[in-house]
């Protein structure tokens, strides 16, 4: 098979690739659009299909438009910038109504969004010294790649970062210890950028005057973290926090926040205009408190329940800062076979599992149960599928909202409102 192949496009795959067939085989093709005629480059092969990248578009889809990064297609950061942002919510809806339509689900599906750049305020980056090119490269992995993308800008990434890419690279480049750093965890939080540097191994004096010189220079609050994997600051640093009305989270590191900002605030607006005040409300998968706290101050009592101790220490912790004396949290493993969490029948609960979905046991619960109100935050339109299918037995759709959280990816936020039968 060469690795180059001319394709026709003909529909898009459940990842937003381009699909068409060589020899009944089917091509996914990154970057490509239905109705278009493009080279591909293969870039990895599978017993269903082949994986390849658009090097030339013949005949352009007119929804096609020009890439904003000059890395789009080498970074696999993003994969849809050839697509605006109105086209990208539009296929996303379109391939979610499909998935629905499986199950019987017929609902007006709507969409909310923010800003499309420089939007996404967490993320990892890798570092790689290429000693065969004698440089080093900062960004992240190339398409199916264990290569590092040799990145001088990025569009996605907050500014407070971005705009200070190619000065990182300055000062890492000229550390001693350079080899000894595999990755970058950045964060940005109310505009401050704080940057966690991995090493494998101790650092020599100029190592730490480069890195001083570093934040000094970009207003990076830098953090070291070493095989002992503690996490200690680079000179005095403000605590992290982030906030929604007047409601402060006191958040760390690799605490799970949504990577988008100005969309989050959007979804728990939403979320709030759908709950009835003075209800009891139960929280599940609450994390920090994202939400538990956001809607204290309408509800009689929210009960968080989330499975790691820390980020549930961390939710009492949050609530206590801000003076909210009617929410409690509790540590539970939420899929375990039996259950220990009763719901009566006038309460809300709202469910905020991980792409894998809300597991048989939950989903057990809240039939047997039948609270009046369900709502269902998503980040796996797979999973979230598969649970309705089972919800139905109880409750019915009564909203979906898509919220373009990850503009420019295939991955998207859905928020589903249902009610009992």
């Avoid at 728990?268 to 204290?296: P, Q, R």
């Avoid at 009763?342 to 939950?362: H, M, T, W, Y």
């Avoid at 109100?373 to 339109?381: E, K, P, Q, R, T």
Wanted: proline share 2%; charged share 25%; hydrophobic share 40%.
């Amino acid at each position: 098979m060469k690795n180059i192949q001319t394709v026709d496009i003909v529909d898009m795959t459940d990842t937003f690739n381009g699909l068409g067939y060589v020899n009944n085989k089917p091509w996914h093709v990154v970057g490509a659009l239905p109705g278009e005629t493009v080279k591909a480059k293969v870039i990895k092969k599978t017993r269903q299909f082949i994986l390849a990248v658009a090097q030339e578009i013949n005949n352009s889809s007119e929804s096609r438009v020009i890439p904003r990064c000059k890395h789009f297609l080498e970074c696999s950061g993003c994969t849809l910038q050839h697509l605006s942002q109105n086209k990208q919510i539009d296929v996303k809806i379109d391939q979610l109504k499909k998935s629905l339509a499986t199950i019987g689900v017929d609902c007006l599906i709507e969409a909310i969004k923010d800003q499309a750049w420089n939007y996404r305020r967490r993320a990892r980056i890798s570092v790689k010294y290429v000693e065969k090119k004698q440089t080093l490269a900062i960004g992240f992995r190339e398409l199916q790649s264990q290569y590092v993308t040799l990145m001088s800008t990025c569009e996605v990434l907050e500014s407070a970062f971005a705009k200070h890419i190619k000065e990182v690279h300055h000062y890492l480049s000229q550390m001693p210890s350079i080899r000894t750093i595999p990755q970058l965890e950045m964060t940005v939080l109310s505009g401050q950028c704080h940057l966690i540097i991995r090493h494998l191994d101790n650092f020599q004096d100029t190592d730490y005057l480069l890195l001083k010189e570093l934040a000094a220079a970009t207003g990076i609050y830098l953090y070291l973290q070493g095989n002992d994997l503690h996490v200690k600051a680079l000179g005095d640093q403000p605590p992290m926090q982030i906030e929604y009305r007047s409601i402060k989270y006191q958040v760390s590191h690799f605490d799970f926040v949504q990577v988008n900002e100005q969309v989050n605030l959007k979804l728990l607006d939403y979320i709030d205009s759908k709950v009835d005040k003075m209800k009891n409300i139960h929280d599940l998968f609450c994390g920090i408190g994202n939400i538990s706290l956001a809607l204290a101050n309408k509800s009689n009592s929210v009960i968080g329940y989330e499975m790691s101790e820390n980020m549930v220490n961390k939710a009492m912790d949050n609530a206590k800062i801000n003076h909210i004396e009617n929410c409690k949290f509790y540590t539970v493993d939420l899929y375990q076979k039996r259950l220990c969490i009763k719901f009566n029948k006038e309460d809300v609960v709202i469910v905020d599992p991980p792409r894998s979905g809300l597991g048989q046991a939950l989903i057990g619960a809240l039939i047997d149960y039948q609270p009046i109100s369900l709502i269902y935050v998503s980040c796996g339109a797979k999973s979230l599928v598969e649970d309705l299918d089972k919800l139905q037995e109880r409750y019915e759709v009564k909203s979906i909202m898509v919220f373009d959280m990850f503009t420019h990816t295939k991955h998207y936020e859905t928020v589903v409102e249902l009610t009992r039968r």
